[in-house]
């Protein structure tokens, strides 16, 4: 292979590339999905609380 | 006045059936592993029998093989603007709440493919023509492509009023969008150092069968994977928009403050 480093640079870029992209949708996935899951709960105890103070 | 529906009501009804947020992560969670996994395998497979298993060409030899990232990766930044088109349709014309969000989502990834297209065309032509860069009519409208991918991440994000960058980054996405026909006919149009397609509708591929099979499967398996990532941030997205209506409206619960139906909806 007389290009190798070119080939090599070529896959590694587009690999690294689909990596960041990928883990980055999933990590920010994963922590709106903790967070939103948080926020549901709280907001579903508020309103639990909110209606045995009314009762 | 008649009661039936027009097309454009029908399309829109069909469009708006699809709109809303709820069903969309529902819809979401079932496609993201149909996505994924087999993106996962059909990118593997293709890069590997690209590099090791597909021959040299006789005249750029193992160059070539430079071609199963490069050649996905613009077929993707030309699709992926098209899909920002279509997004930016929607959401003029039908105001669909999704397709803002989708096309926030596409942009980004949009803008890293076509780097990509671009770095790799370079690294095929320092090898190839001995320069890494010329004012060629393919090349100059791709790096056009990256330039308006850019422009649409920094308009949609630029305004305090969401719905007003929503609105300008549709309209740059649509005038962008001439710039497809330009890329596709560039090499037809004027005398260029980029090769002409290899792939076309009308006419057989000009490369041989142990080349275009590899390519095949990379471009499918490059393409899925750009639909999974997508589908996972516009995910992420919907639930951001849901978590800020949450944030914004503390005590009213299932209502949006900002009017925006993407909050709106019943998880």
Same mark, same amino acid.
């Given at each position: ?18 990596? $960041? ?35 | ?144 492509? $990256? ?11 630029? $305004? ?108």
């Amino acid at each position: 292979m007389t290009h190798l480093p070119y080939i090599v640079a070529s896959y590694g870029l587009a690999i690294g590339l689909a990596t $960041f992209l990928s883990v980055g949708a999933a990590v920010r996935l994963r922590r709106d999905r903790v967070r939103l899951a948080t926020l549901e709960a709280a907001r579903g105890g508020d309103r639990r609380s909110a209606r045995e103070e009314t009762v | 006045m008649s009661a039936t529906p027009t097309l454009t009501e029908r399309a829109g009804a069909l469009f708006h059936r699809y709109a809303n947020p709820g069903r969309f992560l529902r819809l979401g969670v079932k496609l993201q592993p149909w996505l994924t996994w087999p993106a996962l395998i059909l990118s593997v497979t293709g890069l590997v029998w690209g590099l090791f298993f597909s021959p040299a060409d006789w005249q750029q030899g193992d160059s070539v093989r430079i071609m199963y990232v490069h050649v996905p990766c613009a077929w993707l930044a030309s699709s992926g603007y098209f899909a920002l088109a279509v997004c930016s349709v929607l959401s003029l014309v039908w105001r669909h709440p999704l397709a803002d969000l989708a096309a926030m989502e596409i942009g980004p990834v949009g803008a890293c493919v076509t780097a990509t297209c671009l770095a790799t065309g370079s690294l095929w032509g320092k090898p190839m023509w001995g320069t890494w860069w010329v004012w060629d009519a393919r090349l100059t409208s791709v790096l056009v492509l $990256f330039f308006l991918y850019l422009g649409h991440i920094a308009l949609i994000r630029a $305004f305090d009023d969401q719905q007003r960058g929503y609105r300008a980054a549709a309209i740059l996405a649509l005038a962008g969008a001439v710039d497809l026909p330009i890329i596709k006919f560039s090499v037809q149009w004027w005398n260029t150092l980029h090769q002409p397609d290899s792939i076309t509708l009308r006419g057989a591929p000009t490369m041989s069968h142990a080349m275009l099979w590899p390519l095949l499967v990379c471009t499918l398996g490059f393409t899925l994977g750009f639909a999974a990532i997508v589908v996972a941030r516009l995910r992420a997205g919907v639930m951001e928009s849901r978590i800020r209506s949450l944030l914004s409206s503390p005590r009213r619960g299932m209502q949006s403050s900002s009017g925006s139906a993407v909050g709106e909806y019943a998880a």
